[in-house]
Each structure stands twice: as C-alpha cells, then as structure tokens.
C-alpha cells in the first residue's frame, strides 16, 4: 500500500455496490468535485474526482482522487488513493485499467491534502456501510 492510499474491506454486510458507488458519487460532486465513472463490470467499478482551483495548487492538474469498489455484496473492498485523471474512464471496464495508473505514489503537499479528503470519506463510506 502506497502513502495515502487506503484500503477498506467489509464483510458480511450485504451492501448493494451500485447504490454505494452511487452515493460517494453524489457526495463527492455535493462537495464541489467533478466525478467520472468507469463502466460498470463484474470486476467493479472506479470513480475519479477532481476539484478545480483548489487542487491544482496541492495536486497536480492530471490527478484525481480514484476510489475502486470491487467484489461481492457480502466481501468487499473499497479503495482510495490519488491517480491518474483518465480521460476516457467512462468508456473503460475496470479489467482494462492500469491498477499502476489509478494508485500512484504522491509527495508531501499531496499526501496533506489527500489525507484530509480521504479520510473524510472514508467515513462516510463506513457510515454507509454500517
């Protein structure tokens, strides 16, 4: 696991995957952030998010926060880390994706930030899943 990079994995809660991807999805873009998601697969699914200004003094403008739901709704996991902003992750399946892409090593300003954001939403993510 690289710095800034979380891993959660629930078990035996039964959580329906979409619904969770669905509502980082709106909590993200309700906290000012731009959201893309990768097609959705039985591999799981990756969400990016990027926020204008303010990230781009910390975070480099092709980064974004990456957050990977994969498994089964009774085992599963949810990782958050900084990646690669890609492009044409809408049109991709998580099979097809560069796990090197989606989680890279982040500097010192970086990982200030990133801590900060992930944690609250790995938070949320556990409120979510109870």
């Known amino acids: 696991m690289t710095l800034g990079d979380k891993s959660l994995h629930f078990q035996g809660k039964g959580t329906d995957l979409g ?5 980082i999805e709106e909590h993200l873009k309700a906290d ?56 044409h992750l809408g049109v991709a399946a998580v099979e097809t994706l ?4 989606l989680f890279l090593v982040i500097d010192v300003a970086e990982t ?7 944690d609250k939403l790995v938070k949320y993510i556990e409120s979510l899943v109870g």
């Open 19 to 23: 619904a969770l991807q669905q509502k």
């Open 32 to 87: 000012g952030f731009s959201v893309q998601t990768s097609a959705p697969s039985s591999q799981g699914a990756v969400l990016q998010a990027k926020k204008g200004g303010f990230l781009r003094a910390v975070v480099d403008a092709d980064r974004a926060l990456t957050i990977m739901v994969s498994g089964e709704p009774n085992d599963f996991t949810v990782r958050v880390g900084i990646g690669k902003w890609l492009e």
């Open 98 to 101: 560069l796990i090197s892409d």
């Open 112 to 118: 200030a930030w990133n801590v900060e954001v992930e």
